[in-house]
């Protein structure tokens, strides 16, 4: 197992209900590619928040050291975090913090997704205000500072996620937020020449701007 101690005293407020949230959410979710939340632990200073251990580290280490995947590894482990994402959306749960680093493996080479302390419940139709993640995986619609659906912020994440995989680089490079902002907006990619047809294809329907326009998650596990 894997123990997350939380000192309560040195936590402000807003950490302490982001934590609070992070555990309701966990405890809701049960699914073989979300990290398990095994027992929640208090003492009069300290929270112990005890999960599944996932032993292989970061999907952003691997692809450090590896540079990019095979198109058919790559497959396989975004398929594995699509239906952990999937799962969520169907629970009501939106992530808003998609990226390589949340997507630990196990000894199995199996995903975990990891780190819900963004996340949130979203009822169909809702919309949500707060900025959340990280700038290089972030849906346009976050930079712009507009109302958004957190499934579709989600996808583009997965988006993002995916590009990372099977090329080795960011999709949208930026040295700068302004940078980064502006390639995002526009919202052009380029795919390298060894991406098959059919992941590109994927690709560009996950990264489109306009979010009613963008793949849902549905269509993304459905997609051939």
């Not at 003492?43 to 599944?52: A, H, K, N, P």
């Not at 251990?53 to 050291?65: D, Q, S, W």
């Not at 169907?90 to 975990?112: F, I, P, Q, T, Y």
């Not at 680089?169 to 390639?183: E, H, I, T, V």
Request: hydrophobic fraction near 40%.
């Amino acid at each position: 197992v894997a123990i997350k101690i939380v000192d309560r005293t040195k936590v402000d407020t807003d950490n302490l209900a982001k934590i609070d949230r992070e555990i309701r959410i966990l405890k809701s979710l049960q699914h073989p590619h979300i990290i398990k939340l095994f027992q929640i632990l208090k003492s009069d200073r300290y929270l112990y928040i005890v999960t599944e251990y996932a032993g292989g580290g970061e999907l952003f280490e691997l692809l450090v050291e590896k540079g990019k995947m095979s198109e058919i590894e790559g497959r396989r482990l975004f398929q594995q975090a699509t239906s952990a994402v999937a799962y969520c959306h169907s629970m009501g749960v939106v992530h808003r913090d998609l990226k390589a680093e949340n997507l630990l493996l196990d000894r199995h080479d199996n995903v975990k997704l990891i780190d819900f302390g963004f996340s949130n419940f979203q009822s169909p139709n809702q919309l949500l205000a707060t900025w959340c993640g990280s700038p290089p995986y972030a849906a346009p619609e976050l930079f712009i500072g507009r109302e958004y659906d957190g499934t579709k912020a989600d996808i583009w994440s997965l988006g993002v996620v995916l590009y990372i995989l099977v090329s080795g680089g960011f999709p949208f490079p930026g040295s700068s937020m302004d940078k980064l902002k502006r390639a995002v907006l526009s919202g052009q990619v380029k795919i390298p020449y060894w991406v098959s047809v059919e992941c590109a294809d994927l690709i560009r329907k996950m990264l489109v701007v306009n979010p009613a326009k963008r793949y849902s998650v549905q269509q993304v596990v459905q997609h051939r």
